[in-house]
């Protein structure tokens, strides 16, 4: 995993600007800390910071090689998971190999079937390549959105970076919001468009897109899409299938030339993931697998079952450890280290986040990091699957907007009254209903299996996505790269068309995966309730952020009381967010992650130099 920067100026010689790419660089050496590299030409600038995990001779970057008299570069962040079968297709095709590095073989993907290559990748990446004879930039990102890739058209420039912060670093590039930036934060946030950087002109490359910059002109392409149709399997050809694509992706995704670990929270995903990368060191002679868990201090005295989270994970972690053999570490964070992290999450995501839902996890990649570089994770398998309450309950089903975003209304109580104004419940709207437009259908679906596909739809295109970022930006501040198996392409494309009856196996939320992964984990394990990310249940947390957010309100020169209705805010922090009467996203920011969400954005605004234009 890296950090990529690129400059494209087909008017301007930019071989006097080493200085600012070399800026740009620098703000992304925790995604790479091991090695640097700059390509410099006249028309363009790419920039690399490097993690080595595989090859650490041979991937070095930019990379650069000359093919049927041309010159290619390349700048990649990402992983191939099918890099020997890439390497026997080109090498068929006369290709030759300096290396055993994946980079190498993307390189020679594109020399071989320039933009068409994507078609031909399984992985997670975000990659720049420049054609000399050409004089055109490719970038493209991975189906899923697992990596990133923000862009920004200035004057006759295209810049790219793997981070916000990066494009930020460039002088002429300011950190301005508008009233499109100002409704993303208040009416989606945490979540965001997903062509969209928040600050204005900034964009991010969408998920499964490509974008090429010649001296002509700019165009973006989308190369996947889902497609929908009748699923032929019954439930054990199905499961049969799962289990097999599911086990594949695993054990591709523990590839790696440096130590690799998983998380384990006890819950179905992160254990069944656990086992089979526990059963491949075994079968391969690796030795033992090392999984990782998180807790909070406190937690055991102030835990109270719920219907969304009715059991702590601790015993099930333990459960599960045994069963398959790994050597366990638990992390346990504090109360004073999650509240200062909170800050530590805004800088490493350019933007307010998830609250301490952010923070936990930058401090336990912080944990992780010191005995591993690759960690395999959960992510994905609910909105693949549907184990959100969203897949089952009516009135979140029936919801005609985000179902795990529904008080706008109150959202909009929040804005300054210089702000009221703004249709931010029109503008969520349009969004919503521009997504669902999206939504391939499939001719002779009943009304209510078309929304249930619908549901899947804005799962895997918003709430994924969100997630996915939030656990880039958290491990790569800590040099750590995350893989998530259950978003390879190949399982998404084959749940996409398994209707939600039979996803829901046995009447309960992810019981196809439950049969599917039989014999994998214990019977008590395998037929646990869902439990959600584990956060703090400490009394000192909410009182900390309500602590935090009183100074800012006290304090006149805030930067957020410009956007805030002042009165409103108090009012959420002195009733401990209970005034606001729901959730602000998903289930797990409730009242003191909207007050450290709040609070975040104070410090996002302070820090980067926020201004509303």
């Given amino acids: 995993m890296c950090g990529i920067v690129g400059w494209v100026d087909f008017e301007n010689d930019l071989r006097d600007k080493k200085d600012i790419m070399q800026a740009m660089m620098q703000t992304l050496t925790h995604r790479g800390p091991d090695d640097e590299g700059m390509y410099v030409m006249p028309q363009v600038l790419l920039g690399h910071r490097r993690l080595v995990v595989v090859d650490p001779s041979g991937g070095k970057q930019p990379m650069q090689r000359d093919y049927d008299r041309n010159t290619y570069t390349m700048v990649y962040n990402g ?7 890439l390497r026997a297709i080109l090498t068929g095709r006369g290709h030759t190999f300096r290396s055993h590095s994946d980079t190498e073989v993307l390189l020679t993907a594109y020399m071989e079937w320039g933009v068409h290559c994507v078609d031909y990748l399984n992985g997670i990446y975000a990659f720049a390549v420049w054609d000399e004879n050409q004089h055109s930039l490719f970038l493209a990102r991975d189906r899923m959105g697992v990596k990133p890739c923000f862009f920004i058209e200035q004057g006759e420039s295209v810049l790219f970076a793997s981070e916000i912060k990066a494009l930020l670093a460039h002088p002429d590039i300011q950190p301005n919001i508008d009233d499109i930036g100002l409704m993303q934060i208040f009416g989606l946030g945490p979540a965001r468009p997903n062509d969209s950087g928040v600050f204005k ?30 699923h032929e399997h019954n439930v054990e050809e199905t499961t049969e299938v799962i289990r097999g694509l599911f086990i594949d992706a695993v054990e591709r995704q523990l590839v790696s030339d440096v130590p690799v670990c998983t998380f384990l929270s006890g819950g179905l995903d992160s254990s069944a993931i656990s086992a089979v990368a526990a059963n491949y060191y075994r079968k391969t002679g690796k030795g033992v697998l090392d999984t990782y868990s998180i807790d909070y201090e406190g937690n055991a005295q102030h835990f109270k079952p719920t219907d969304f989270q009715p059991d702590a994970d601790s015993e099930w972690i333990g459960k599960v450890s045994e069963a398959i053999g790994s050597n366990h570490t638990d992390v346990l964070i ?24 952010d923070s936990s996890l930058l401090l336990f990649c912080n944990q992780v990091r010191k005995g591993a570089t690759v960690a395999l994770s959960g992510e994905c398998a ?3 699957f549907g184990g959100y309450p969203w897949f089952r309950k009516p009135e979140m089903i029936g919801a005609n907007t985000f179902p795990w975003s529904q008080a706008i209304v109150e959202r909009h109580d929040l804005l300054a009254p210089a702000f009221k104004h703004l249709p931010l419940a029109t503008y969520v709207y349009q969004q919503y209903t521009d997504t669902l437009k ?6 002779g679906e009943d009304q209510h299996t078309h929304r249930m596909r619908e549901i899947s739809y804005l799962n895997l295109k918003w709430f994924m996505l969100t997630l996915l970022s939030r656990k880039d930006r958290m491990s790569m501040s800590n040099s750590l790269e995350v893989r998530v198996p259950f978003a390879d392409h190949r399982i998404v494309e084959y749940a996409w068309n398994i209707p939600l009856a039979m996803k829901y196996l046995e009447g309960r939320e992810k019981g196809l995966l439950r049969t599917a992964f039989k014999g994998l984990l214990p019977n008590d394990v395998l037929w646990r309730k869902k439990s959600p990310y584990p956060k703090t249940h400490n009394p000192a947390y909410l009182q900390a952020v309500q602590a935090w957010l009183g100074e800012i309100l006290a304090d006149n020169s805030s930067p957020i009381l410009q956007i805030i209705d002042k009165a409103k805010v108090e009012e959420i922090v002195r009733t401990g967010g209970q005034s606001f009467g729901k959730p602000w996203f998903g289930q797990l920011m409730t009242g003191p992650q909207l007050i450290a969400y709040l609070a975040q954005m104070n410090e996002w605004m302070k820090v980067y130099g926020v201004r509303v234009v």
């Fill in 79 to 85: 992983e191939l998971y099918n890099t020997d079968e």
């Fill in 334 to 357: 504090d109360t004073p280290a999650l509240v200062q992290a909170l800050k530590d999450a805004v800088r490493a995501n350019d933007l307010p986040g998830m609250a301490d839902v």
């Fill in 201 to 230: 002109n900034i964009r991010e490359l969408p998920p499964a897109h490509w974008l090429l910059v010649t001296p002509q002109r700019t165009i973006t392409h989308e190369y996947w899409t889902l497609e929908s149709h009748p």
């Fill in 438 to 443: 999206k939504v391939p259908r499939l001719t």
């Fill in 382 to 384: 609910d909105e693949i």
